[in-house]
Structures are given as structure tokens and as C-alpha cells.
């Protein structure tokens, strides 16, 4: 096994603890509306945006490896190329610099509410 598929399964594996842990809370939260979902996340707004950060990361990570496997399972040798051609239009550097901002004010915004001043 390579290094990247390796990195590629530890990825997905945390995008699908983090996914079904926030998926087995959501249901038995009693709350309504935005409190459900922070209550979902251990009732904290950070670590909300910080689950929604981890799996975004984790789906990023193991994309082409994600993209390989499709296009072996469909039987379509050179799809994966298409697809990565299509994705790196809008995975740029300078979008993910935009999306890094847009987490980091989040994270910054959800522990201001925790905090007592």
C-alpha cells in the first residue's frame, strides 16, 4: 500500500467517525432548529464548526484516492483525470485560502459566545 492510500483510508475513516457521531447525537437531541445542531455537537457551537471542518478536510484529503476507486469500481479508466481536471477548477489556492478564512472566523465567532467578558 501506498502512502497516499493509507493517508486516503485514515482520512475517510475520520470522516465517518466524525459523521456518525454528529448523525447518532442529532437524533436524540430534543432541541429545535440551530440548537440541535449545536446540541448535536456537545453543546458547543466550536466544535460544531470544528466537526464541519474535520470532515471537510478529511473529504479533501482522500479525494483523488475517492476518484481512483469510483472510476475502478465503474469500470472507467480515465474518468478519474476528467474528474480531478473538473475539481481543480475550483480547488484553487486561492479559494482555499478564501475557505481557511471563512473557518477560521467561524471558529473564532463560535468561541466568542462561550466566552464570558
Do not use: E, H
Request: with cysteine; net charge positive; charged share 10%.
Amino acid at each position: 500500500m501506498s502512502v497516499k492510500t493509507i493517508a486516503s483510508v485514515i482520512a475517510l475513516g475520520i470522516f465517518v467517525f466524525v459523521l456518525y457521531d454528529f448523525i447518532v447525537a442529532y437524533a436524540k437531541s430534543t432541541q429545535t432548529g440551530f440548537a440541535r445542531w449545536v446540541d448535536a455537537a456537545k453543546g458547543s457551537a466550536t466544535i460544531l464548526v470544528a466537526q464541519l471542518g474535520a470532515a471537510a478536510a478529511a473529504l479533501v484529503t482522500a479525494g483523488d484516492s475517492i476518484a481512483d476507486w469510483v472510476c475502478s469500481i465503474l469500470n472507467a479508466p480515465g474518468a478519474d483525470a476528467q474528474f480531478k481536471a473538473a475539481l481543480g477548477q475550483y480547488v484553487t489556492a486561492t479559494n482555499v485560502g478564501i475557505a481557511m478564512l471563512i473557518f477560521t472566523a467561524l471558529v473564532a465567532w463560535a468561541r466568542s459566545r462561550t466566552l464570558k467578558g
